[in-house]
């Protein structure tokens, strides 16, 4: 790796003398999977993008309140089915090119008719009807259904939200620099599973970067991003470092570790059709079996936290995550278990599914923990299964899961994007098969009178009774959330880290203070 950072260096200088405070080298075990706003649905890509050109819309840093980004304002008609929006006067690309009303238009279609199998492409396409151009500057967007969320999905923290121009009319965008953007950064260099730089550029209309050129440096492992970020090889290391790093690395005085807040929830789902898991009793027995506290302390070090709920805390609107599961009760368990008409003597045989290396090198541990626990009743026996990533997801889209483990980063910061995938929007996709049970119809009229109504109050009301049924239905178990990856390692005088619900990491905020 000091011969990619050397090789970076080197690169730096070929295109001009750059001082050492005008380089920021940052390190990740993330990888990008394609540059392209219509096939794309991960993390970094996403973060890589989101830096080199806006959205209509935008989060502010640390608040998530949505601001004025490629539009300078707009107006909601009252049946919350037409956004207009104003383009601000005079925004060009880097390369000088225009972006006006019809620039919009064109990114927001293109996006939309590519529709990747990669991406993410259905979280604008879905509600959109059509987009109108109402004058140069003026944009209408017709929705087909009102949603409440539609606004935050057109910020620049969903991709396929992204206005761009000159990107190739009928393939994806792949290298970085085949598409001009409005943002803070333009991608120079990008070499898969090694480095992406980017530099700043001089027409973003906003605050400019603070500093001149971002280097991410791509480790194989967090043991490998571990050791760079001691020995000084990079200035900021991100996503993701392990649990007993974290700690040791709190004790290094040379250093700064910044626990950020965390949307990102870990989970127990069941495929409700599934025997015996079809059993509601059995799932609401393992949902008073299961140990938390044991998880967060014996493989996280207690830097994860305990979630009885779906819904993080501080999630929009105000007042929408309310705790329903229950803590662990072994003998409300067992009493359950006996309803369901098991024993010490006919026990419960459930298989527990998990995939090795998505979610890092924890979740044997998690699977071995979560196995114990549910095992204490005395009546249950688990089988602990695994498979790799891209079997695990086929299997689970075709049912194939009894009980699983899984992970979720919203898609946008509102409420219902983490009750509705399971539930009511993808839940053969995702593997509950909820469709197919009883009080599904229940929950996706609630879900709709929520999703339609712009009063924040009575919204957070319907979401607090899809979380209250939840946990009698039990489709999901929820387990953690993962503050861990929301930590922040960086040298003493890297400034500018604002940490938010985003888990983002806000590139042109940083710089290094002499």
């Not at 995938?421 to 839940?427: S, Y």
Request: glycine share 6%; hydrophobic share 45%; aromatic share 10%.
């Amino acid at each position: 790796m000091r011969k990619i950072l050397a090789a970076v260096l080197v690169f730096g200088m070929a295109v001009g003398a750059l001082a050492g405070r005008d380089i920021l080298i940052l390190g990740t075990t993330d990888r990008i999977t394609q540059l392209a706003f219509a096939n794309s649905y991960d993390h970094f890509t996403w973060h890589i993008l989101r830096h080199t050109t806006k959205a209509l819309v935008g989060l502010e840093p640390g608040t998530n309140k949505v601001i004025p980004a490629v539009a300078e304002s707009w107006e909601i008609s009252e049946d919350a089915m037409v956004y207009t929006f104003h383009i601000r006067p005079g925004l060009t690309f880097w390369d000088g090119t225009p972006c006006d009303a019809n620039a919009v238009k064109w990114a927001l279609e293109r996006t939309i008719r590519l529709n990747g199998p990669e991406g993410g492409v259905f979280l604008i396409a879905d509600p959109i009807d059509r987009i109108e151009v109402v004058d140069d500057l003026t944009v209408r967007i017709y929705l087909k259904y009102p949603d409440r969320t539609f606004l935050i999905r057109m910020t620049d923290s969903v991709i396929p939200a992204l206005i761009y121009a000159k990107a190739p009319e009928d393939k994806f965008c792949e290298t970085g620099q085949d598409y001009v953007g409005l943002g803070p950064y333009r991608i120079v260099e990008y070499v898969p599973d090694e480095r992406v730089v980017l530099e700043a550029v001089d027409t973003y209309f906003g605050k400019k970067a603070k500093t001149k050129r971002i280097v991410w440096a791509m480790y194989s492992d967090a043991a490998a991003l571990r050791a760079a970020i001691e020995a000084g090889d990079i200035d900021v290391a991100f996503r993701t470092l392990n649990p007993i790093d974290l700690v040791d690395l709190q004790k290094n005085p040379d250093l700064q570790v910044i626990a950020g807040p965390s949307a990102s929830i870990r989970y127990i789902l069941f495929n409700v059709t599934q025997p015996p898991v079809d059993n509601v009793f059995v799932r609401q027995a393992i949902a008073y079996a299961v140990d938390r506290d044991a998880i967060c302390e014996l493989v996280f070090s207690n830097l994860n936290k305990p979630i009885y709920t779906m819904v993080p805390k501080g999630m929009p609107p105000a007042g929408a995550s309310i705790d329903v599961f229950p803590k662990r009760n072994l003998d409300k368990a067992k009493e359950l278990l006996r309803l369901a008409g098991y024993s010490e003597e006919n026990k419960l045989k459930l298989n527990l599914w998990y995939t090795p290396k998505h979610y890092g090198t924890t979740e044997a541990d998690v699977a071995a923990v979560l196995k114990q626990s549910i095992e204490d009743t005395g009546m249950v026996e688990i089988t602990i299964q695994s498979l790799e990533w891209g079997a695990y997801t086929e299997r689970m889209s075709q049912g194939g899961f009894d009980m699983f483990l899984l992970g979720w980063y919203p898609d946008y910061l509102e409420a219902s994007n983490f009750l509705d995938p399971w539930l009511t929007g993808a839940p053969e996709g995702l593997g509950t098969y909820f469709n197919h049970h009883p009080n599904y119809p229940a929950y996706k009229r609630i879900m709709e009178v929520a999703l339609s109504t712009v009063d924040d109050e009575r919204a957070a009301k319907l979401y607090q009774a899809i979380q209250i049924l939840s946990a009698y239905d039990v489709p999901w178990i929820p387990l953690w959330a993962n503050l861990q990856q929301a930590y922040v390692v960086a040298k003493k005088e890297v400034k500018g880290l604002v940490l938010d619900l985003t888990m983002e990491l806000h590139l042109d905020l940083l710089y290094i203070e002499d």
